[in-house]
């Protein structure tokens, strides 16, 4: 059965190209809700004037679709809650930005 941890640790693959830290870690995945053979993921970006924020989106849905029995995937960019790195990076994310 596939579950939002499979959906999750799959998109440990996609990084934001400028920080080279992988979405999941950085926090930016709110939710990767598994419907049947639908996913629907809820995501950020780094800040909302991201220039590359719809590659990212764009590697997240292919990503997703690479996870075995998905064969749908919407992906949403939401702005709440505002990303903030210090409380929603991983602690490995926040060494590799130098957040303490």
Known sequence: ???????????????????RVNVVDLGLIYEAKVEG???NV???????????????????HNKVLEVPLVKNVNVELVWT???????MA???????LGIE
């Open 37 to 39: 053979e639908t996913v």
């Open 90 to 96: 991983s602690e490995e994310a926040k060494m590799e």
């Open 1 to 19: 059965m596939l579950t939002e941890s499979d959906v999750k640790e799959k998109l440990k693959e996609v990084f934001d190209p400028e920080i």
């Open 42 to 60: 809820k995501m950020t970006l780094t800040s909302p004037m991201c220039p590359l924020g719809p590659q990212i989106m764009k590697d997240v």
């Open 81 to 87: 809650p505002a990303w903030d790195p210090r409380t």
